[in-house]
């Protein structure tokens, strides 16, 4: 089971793990957007407001916001994290509604960049100390509009990724990635 299968990994790297122990409550990490300040939790299919209040209730220190997510799998199905303050953000009515969402309950202002395919905004931003800012993004040959608007960010390292067989089953760069920030001991 991919939950056991991902406890023991966290646990081998001595990780805290919070389990929910409420049966009712849901939380998909598909719905969980951290911008670095406060959480983005999108109630959908697959998460609940119980799910998202356990969050809230997990992370004290940060505000916790619910977003309905509509004709979409999940809340990163259409936006992500592309920089610091930065949120990549699908063009659909359903990704620019949640967006206006996220602008009204938040009190920081995020800057935002909007691609032209709401799949191509579920990309990966990792800000390495030799590299700076990296930016995994889909790929040109899959979502060329949307590449484009990507290779506008001329401060970040571009690394483009072709994902098409994982979008088959609904998998998305974000959906196959677990980022742990966590010192090696090399």
Do not use: W
């Not at 929910?20 to 957007?33: F, S």
Request: charged share 25%; proline share 4%.
């Amino acid at each position: 089971k991919q939950v056991e299968a991902m406890k023991r990994v966290l646990e081998s790297l001595n990780l805290n793990i919070v389990e929910m122990v409420d049966e009712n409550a849901t939380l998909d990490g598909g719905d969980v957007l951290f911008t670095g300040r406060e959480f983005f939790v999108g109630l959908s299919r697959r998460t609940n407001q119980r799910g998202a209040e356990i969050l809230a209730d997990t992370f004290k220190d940060y505000a916790v916001s619910t977003v309905p997510v509509h004709d979409s799998l999940h809340l990163k199905s259409f936006c992500s994290m592309a920089g610091p303050n930065l949120i990549a953000i699908g063009s659909s009515e359903a990704a620019q509604k949640a967006l206006k969402t996220m602008q009204q309950m938040s009190d920081h202002r995020y800057d935002k960049l909007t691609v032209p395919d709401d799949a191509a905004a579920n990309c990966i931003y990792l800000n390495i100390p030799s590299k700076g800012h990296v930016l995994l993004h889909r790929a040109p040959e899959e979502y060329p509009e949307s590449a484009k608007v990507f290779e506008k960010l001329k401060d970040h390292m571009l690394i483009p990724i072709a994902n098409t067989e994982l979008e088959k089953v609904d998998g998305s760069l974000t959906c196959s990635s677990v980022l742990i920030n966590k010192a090696s001991e090399l």
